[in-house]
C-alpha cells in the first residue's frame, strides 16, 4: 500500500495550491481520506475529511471557507484545494486512508507561504 502526496510548494500568502495523494495498493472507495497537516514544534493536526462516498466532508476551523477536499475513487485519489493562504498554512501535510482500525499514511508534501 502506498500513498503519494504531490502539489506542494511556494505560494505567496493569498495564493492557492492543490494537493493530490494518489493511493496504491488499496482502492479508496471504501476508505475514509483525510489530510492532516504538521508545523515545525507542532503537533499534527486534521485538517479535512471526506467519507468513502464523499457524502460528507469536515474541515478544521482554522481551514473552513478556504480549504475543499475531494476525491475521484475511478482516479483513486483524494484532493485538497487550498485557497486564501497564510503564513499559518505552512506545514508538511500528509493524507491518510482509514478503515475501520487500519489506517496508512504518506510520506507528506511541504507547503511553505511566504513572501
Known amino acids: 500500500v502506498q500513498l503519494v502526496e504531490s502539489g506542494g510548494g511556494l505560494v505567496q500568502p493569498g495564493g492557492s495550491l492543490r494537493l493530490s495523494c494518489k493511493a496504491s495498493g488499496l482502492r479508496i472507495s471504501g476508505y475514509t481520506m483525510s489530510w492532516h497537516r504538521q508545523a515545525p514544534g507542532k503537533e499534527r493536526e486534521l485538517v479535512a475529511s471526506?467519507?468513502?462516498?464523499?457524502?460528507?466532508?469536515a474541515y478544521a476551523d482554522s481551514v473552513k471557507g478556504r480549504f475543499t477536499i475531494s476525491r475521484d475513487n475511478v482516479k483513486n485519489t483524494v484532493y485538497l484545494q487550498m485557497d486564501s493562504l497564510n503564513v499559518a498554512d505552512t506545514a508538511v501535510y500528509y493524507c491518510k486512508a482509514l478503515l475501520s482500525s487500519r489506517d496508512y499514511w504518506g510520506q507528506g508534501t511541504q507547503v511553505t507561504v511566504s513572501s
Open positions: 471526506i467519507s468513502n462516498t464523499g457524502e460528507t466532508t
